[in-house]
């Protein structure tokens, strides 16, 4: 029941390089506890002073690292499958607080283009996302194909997405030379 108390946020910056077939990106998944002071133990359960156990995933296709504020035991597993890894982790989450886990990422590029799948989020109160995707020098963005979300470009050629965790967020973004 604490969970429906809880809302995340997601913001996440990448750079793309197709010539150094490199995506270097960081994220920051904020979790906020707004479990009132009135709560019934049958809201807090066990937990008399509010703090909320969450657990953090983050699928990924490429290394995550400097995975911060996990407490607990972290764990990755792949999923060969949807090629994607599992890193999971918990977070202890003070009543009234916001606790933001970091991280970062590496991918290796197959062609000119970079795709990003942002997943809905099975909480109560639906958070926010924010992804900013910015072409390294000598690159710009050449067109955002399958484009189920709706962002923009920007003055300095980044392509910005300002949404909800609602739904899935497929991105599918395709550089050439500027």
């Known amino acids: 029941k604490l969970a429906s108390y ?17 995506a270097v990106g960081t994220g ?3 979790v906020t506890n707004n479990v009132p002071e009135a709560a019934s133990p049958y809201v807090t359960g066990d937990v008399i002073d509010g703090t909320s156990p969450v657990e953090v995933v983050v699928y990924s296709r490429s290394e995550l690292a400097g995975a911060q504020e996990w407490s607990g035991e972290y764990e990755a597993f792949e999923l060969p499958a949807q090629s994607y890894t599992h890193h999971a982790g918990l977070v202890d989450v003070p009543r009234g607080q916001t606790v933001d886990v970091s991280f970062t990422t590496r991918h290796e590029l197959v062609a000119d283009r970079y795709e990003l799948l942002v997943l809905a989020q099975p909480v109560a109160n639906v958070g926010s996302v924010e992804v900013v995707i910015t072409p390294a020098s000598g690159w710009k963005i050449a067109s955002v194909l399958d484009a189920v979300v709706q962002g923009e470009i920007t003055a300095d050629g980044s392509w910005v997405l300002r949404d909800e965790l609602d739904v899935h967020k497929p991105i599918s973004i395709v550089f050439e030379p500027s």
Do not use: G, H
């Not at 809880?6 to 490199?22: G, H, K, Q």
């Open 6 to 22: 809880e809302t995340r946020d997601l913001r996440f910056e990448v750079t793309v390089d197709p010539s150094a077939r490199t």
């Open 28 to 30: 920051t998944i904020s």
